[in-house]
């Protein structure tokens, strides 16, 4: 089975940097995604991990420890509009096999 | 480019009533999912299809709902009779290198 943990909800100040934390069991692995979702939308996708290490995109990165089923994504520079839910989600064994997702942390942004 | 387009945006409908949502994936993309999520239970696969041939359905949570996808640009989600605790927000997602890409969503009351 897959299990994937993050926490539920997040506080944060304004221009700030956050750290989201996911840890995941499964019974095979084939990539961690990293979804923003907002508020009465639809998740939007903001990163992709295969390998152990960090990947950064502008003010995201997203880390990944395999042998740990461990990831972080890392919000810098916090704006009003990183308000949102933040999902991790784990893909099985095979290139193309579904996705799952965990319960998303929701991330308030304090002025 | 247009996006995954979902219709209705919106459905109310009284217990007993048969539902139908409709998906259009992005054009050229192979993979087609539906998904149901809930503050409760966050956001589920119910099934995915590769090149219009149903993949995986053990998301679907009974005989109630059952899905099509008679060519690779139209896809429908069908509950017959609804119940009440079918209400949530169904997404349907496309992806063509693993990345899946989300609908705007349909937003389901049953009464």
């Known amino acids: 089975g897959q299990n994937i943990d993050q926490p539920t909800e997040m506080t944060a100040t304004e221009g700030a940097i956050v750290q989201i934390n996911c840890t995941y069991q499964?019974?095979?692995?084939?990539?961690l995604f990293w979804y923003q979702q907002h508020a009465g939308e639809a998740p939007t996708f903001l990163s992709y991990?295969?390998?152990?290490g960090l990947e950064e995109k502008g003010r995201f990165s997203s880390f990944l420890s395999r042998s740990k089923g461990y990831s972080y994504l890392l919000l810098k520079e916090l704006q009003m509009k990183d308000s949102a839910s933040y999902l991790c989600?784990?893909?099985?064994?095979?290139?193309?096999?579904?996705?799952?997702f965990g319960k998303g942390t929701r991330l308030h942004i304090l002025p | 480019d247009a996006g995954v387009i979902q219709s209705p945006r919106h459905e109310v409908t009284e217990m007993g009533q048969e539902v139908t949502l409709r998906c259009k994936p992005i054009?050229?993309?192979?993979?087609l999912f539906w998904y149901r999520q809930t503050m409760m239970r966050g956001l589920e696969l119910l099934i995915y299809f590769n090149n219009n041939v149903p993949i995986d359905d053990s998301g679907m949570p009974e005989d109630r709902f059952s899905a099509k996808m008679p060519n690779a640009s139209f896809s429908t989600l069908k509950i017959q009779p609804s119940e009440p605790r079918d209400s949530a927000v169904y997404f349907c997602a496309s992806s063509l290198d693993g990345t899946q890409y989300f609908g705007p969503g349909t937003r389901l009351l049953v009464l």
């Open positions: 499964t019974s095979g692995f084939n990539g």
């Open positions: 054009s050229g993309h192979d993979y």
């Open positions: 989600a784990v893909r099985g064994p095979a290139l193309y096999d579904k996705i799952i």
């Open positions: 991990n295969v390998l152990d």
